[in-house]
């Protein structure tokens, strides 16, 4: 039996979309802008964070048997991958690693800021 009932979006299928886009402006950075290939390894990253954060707040927010939610997986690796893109960026234009750590650490604060949000929203 075929299943004909239509989907609104499969979350896999978009992602693969977003990254790949993540990709070609990683290229077009590195070949257009700086030859720093540390700098648009960490682009992608930033793109796809970004994506990820903003794809939670769509996502659904139900737990299942595995444990927790497909919003709260997408905003933890969300905040993750902008921790470390971002950091990776920073890294690439300030003198030092302080900047990154401060702002590494801020994307931290950030999540547990959104985990409460969601947590107290339940």
Excluded at 61 to 68: E, F, M, S, V, Y
Excluded at 75 to 89: E, H, K, P, S, Y
């Amino acid at each position: 039996m075929v299943d004909d009932t239509p989907k609104t979006h499969s979350w896999g299928t978009i992602s693969a979309i977003v990254f790949l886009l993540a990709v070609i402006v990683g290229l077009i950075y590195y070949y257009y802008v700086s030859s720093n290939l540390i700098a648009a390894v960490c682009l992608v990253i930033l793109i796809g964070g970004i994506y990820m954060v903003i794809s939670a707040l769509m996502r659904s927010t139900a737990k299942d048997q595995w444990g927790t939610s497909e919003s709260g997986a997408a905003a933890l690796f969300g905040f993750l991958m902008l921790a470390v893109g971002g950091a990776g960026m920073i890294y690439v234009f300030a003198d030092g690693f302080v900047l990154p750590l401060i702002y590494a650490i801020l994307m931290i604060v950030l999540y547990l800021i959104y985990a409460l949000a969601m947590k107290r929203k339940a």
